[in-house]
């Protein structure tokens, strides 16, 4: 089953090790992890998508609360968060090609933030089915180089 985990940190060296070392120590596929810093520098959030059991995840989460430098868990259960994503692309794109790649990009509300003699560089954000969608049209083009965030979220109202 798929958990999307939020923590709340104190931006101090070795908190992300230790908190993905007791993930994987307890068997849990770490899907994305995603680290940044809140607007006061002392603090940082981890969204990390983990792959596991129901209840071994309340147990990891509890062990979670118990580490030093952790602030705050939270799990969001389905539909309790608002969820996005960032892709960043560089794809093959000749002339002839460049309009019908800003069609699907105007579609998706993609954004092409580069552009060169024969590729492009694209910019989306949304959900994991909206990104996987346009990875799925733009394939076809030929995809050189990828970058993807992988989830991020906050609980919703």
Excluded: W
Excluded at 29 to 43: A, K, S
Excluded at 58 to 71: F, P
Excluded at 86 to 100: D, H, P, T, W, Y
């Amino acid at each position: 089953m798929r958990h999307i985990i939020s923590i709340l940190v104190e931006n101090k060296f070795g908190v992300l090790a230790r908190i993905a070392g007791m993930f994987s120590g307890r068997g849990f596929n770490i899907e994305t992890l995603n680290v940044g810093p809140m607007t006061d520098e002392r603090f940082s959030r981890i969204t990390a998508t983990i792959i596991g059991d129901s209840d071994a995840l309340d147990q990891a989460i509890k062990q979670v609360n118990k580490l030093i430098n952790v602030l705050e868990v939270t799990e969001f259960s389905s539909g309790q968060a608002t969820e996005r994503e960032m892709l960043m692309l560089k794809v093959s794109a000749s002339a002839g090609q460049r309009s019908e790649i800003m069609q699907v990009c105007d579609i998706f509300r993609a954004k092409i933030i580069d552009v060169a003699p024969e590729t492009v560089n694209i910019e989306m954000t949304g959900n994991a089915n909206k990104v996987t969608a346009f990875l799925n049209l733009v394939e076809p083009y030929g995809i050189i180089e990828m970058a993807r965030t992988g989830n991020l979220a906050l609980k919703r109202g």
